[in-house]
């Protein structure tokens, strides 16, 4: 089982720096690391802090569009084109095949990440545009704990997709699917936080969402609970047991959402 | 086959002389600008979905959309928009540096007194080692509040989180000076602070006309309250101190407007109408 996983891992890994989409969306993603250090510009007085700001928050889109696009790759389309026919005449369980792309997502998205963070700490260095920071920026540990959130919440969504994946015929599905479960994970805290203020006085709009935003929150994760990076920039620290019962949480939904995924693969029939 | 060369080579020269030409030209005239880039406010989760569930990203485009309003004067119905924005980037993010700054460099002269408050209030919390959001909040409970007393205790708030103790200490005697309600230039001593704190040379230059403004209008109630002294009556205009000798010119408005003084000795200042 566990050479399989590891093959599985390694075609993933070989494949997916292959693909053509993923060189698009890696150039996409060094745009948006090119519009931080533009937006630094626009800035009145903290032109590093809104040049990683921007940076995070493109890190955090392009890394999101890649680990779709690579459950849409390398799984939905060789479901969708049979190509996955092949894999499973080897003798392997058929979860080998699923944990192993998994794996080489995850380890191609740790390798993206780190990279785009490389880039985005040099992008920050030159975002100054002649204006001195009044307090100085947590490049350090704080900012690589941010990027390390970041990769456990790309992890989730990668395994919400891959479980689409395993149900869908079509390839194209997980990806709108994936890409809509990350927008409502992400918007849940915030929304959460809206309603808990008030919703600026207005009690009808609380009265009708509280109920329904309460039920929603037992179903996806708050994956803005993962996004610390208030840390790096305001020197704001997590406060560590929130953090690590996030991160928790994240983990607990991956593995929910890949044991849906092994099973719906297993009893799926291929015609 | 060099025939079809030609007619490619000819086709992409034309497309590039025309792109050119176009670029050129394009690049002279002036764009159209909308009066109406603040007649839109979306609730906040719409703004959410916007910026793909990235509170941060939403917050930033909120502070954006405020910088393309600029430091001109705009509507009731505008400033109401702005106000709102602000109030949303402070949800969304309530640590953004720039954010609090432009609210409460716009908001309170605008009437948004209640907006800026939050704003700042919610960037005293998130930033403990930033003394700027503790020390806007009091020069509005100040100014604007016209509540000293509060003022002086959120000020010592500030001069807490200054490590520079030569400023510690000069905001700590404003600080007593506010409690014991003195007047005198430190509304536009801030403003200036403010000013000299941004590589934005329109904010900058917006806070320092306020400042000027502020000086003025000051050095019209010292003249005011030097003729009720005197005279044991109010003047009718700034002109009339003038006249009198109180004040050796009428003070210019950096903003256009026309002084007056109230029955009860306020000197006000009408805003320039368009």
Redo the contacts between chains.
Sequence with gaps: MLAALRQHAVTAWKSGLRGRTFHAVFVFALLLLTAAWL?AA??????Q??AL??G??GI??SM?FLALIWVQELVGREIERRTVFLVLAYPMPRAAYILGRYLGILLLAAAAILLLGVILLAVIQISA???QY??ALKLGWPYWATIVGFFVDIAVVSAFTLAVATVSSSAIFPLIAGAGF??????L???L??LS?GA?GDKELVRHFDPLVSTIRWLIPDL?RL?L??WP????SPVPDAFLVSVAMASCYAALMLLLAVHAFNRRQFV | MIRRLGSATFVLLLALFGYGHAVDWLSTKERPRARDELAIYLPPVAQLLGAGGDRYLAANMDVFRTFMAGTGRLRPEEYEILARLHVDAALFNPGHEDNYYVAAAILPWAGHVTEAQYVLGRAMESRPFDYMPALLYAFDQRYFQKDPVAAAGTLRTAAARIDDERTRIALEVMAANWYEKAEGSSAAEILRLMAAQTNNKDFAEHLNRRAARLDAMAAIEVATGRWRLERGDLPHSVSELVRAGFLPAEPVDPFGGRWSITRDGTVTVAEKTN
């Design positions: 937006a626009f800035s009145a007085r903290q032109p802090a809104v700001d921007v995070l928050s955090r889109i999101t545009w002649g204006y009044p307090h990350s927008l409502a994970c992400r918007m805290g915030p929304v936080d809206y203020r600026e803005d996004d990076r208030l920039m305001f020197g704001t």
